[in-house]
T-cell receptor, first 111, second 114 residues
Framework: GDSVTQMEGPVTLSEEAFLTINCTYT??????LFWYVQYPGEGLQLLLK?????DKGSNKGFEATYRKETTSFHLEKGSVQVSDSAVYFC??????????FGKGTLLTVNP | KAGVTQTPRYLIKTRGQQVTLSCSPI?????VSWYQQTPGQGLQFLFE???????NKGNFPGRFSGRQFSNSRSEMNVSTLELGDSALYLC?????????????FGPGTRLLVL
């Protein structure tokens, strides 16, 4: 079945540091890949997505590239801010329409 | 456009009771999915409804059920509540024309079972 593996953290960074959160997946066919973010006490917000190989999703300075050869979708940001502190979830959706999530990565950014 | 709304936001129940949660999707969205989020198990898929029909179901016991109405609003019901049902229940909606589409999430209903 489908599965997503992401580094669980927690990850603690100083403001303006570089962020990478690794995500790899297992799926049949050609899934769509997503990164969602969850702030304390809230639901999930879509951060970015990619629907085919070599696509790059980007939003708010975050980027991730769909790498079919390595089955990966790593999240990166060049300079994090305190306001980026949240839990980040990597997810995939294949033809069965359901989202399969990784365990989530807690990011804390200190001033 | 209004986002996905869920009611109630918080619930406290006791073991053995039943509970009904409600979800109103984004206008025009025909698919509604439900997920359970717990610290131990993370985010797990419960079921998905499209045009009033259950299209997919996760690995949860029959105590968990749902339905969708003609206006795409959805409800999920949990009967004979157990302590382990304490969780954040998230609803998500999408157009569902293609599986590549984004699912948009509501704020969730936090259920505490005592």
């Amino acid at each position: 079945g489908d599965s997503v593996t992401q580094m669980e953290g927690p990850v603690t960074l100083s403001e303006e540091a570089f962020l990478t959160i690794n995500c790899t997946y297992t799926a049949t066919g050609y899934p769509s890949l997503f990164w969602y973010v969850q702030y304390p006490g809230e639901g999930l917000q879509l951060l970015l997505k990619a629907t085919k190989a070599d696509d790059k999703g980007s939003n708010k300075g975050f980027e991730a590239t769909y790498r079919k050869e390595t089955t990966s979708f790593h999240l990166e940001k060049g300079s994090v801010q305190v306001s980026d502190s949240a839990v980040y979830f990597c997810a995939l959706k294949s033809s069965n329409y359901k989202l399969t999530f990784g365990k989530g990565t807690l990011l804390t950014v200190n001033p | 456009k209004a986002g996905v709304t869920q009611t109630p936001r918080y619930l406290i129940k006791t073991r053995g009771q039943q509970v009904t949660l409600s979800c109103s999707p984004i206008s025009g969205h025909r698919s509604v999915s439900w997920y359970q989020q717990t610290p131990g198990q993370g985010l797990q898929f419960l079921f998905e409804y499209f045009s009033e029909t259950q299209r997919n179901k996760g690995n949860f016991p029959g105590r968990f059920s749902g339905r969708q109405f003609s206006n795409s609003r959805s409800e999920m019901n949990v009967s004979t509540l157990e302590l382990g049902d304490s969780a954040l229940y998230l609803c998500a909606s999408s157009l569902a024309v293609s599986y590549q589409e984004t699912q948009y999430f509501g704020p969730g209903t936090r259920l505490l079972v005592l």
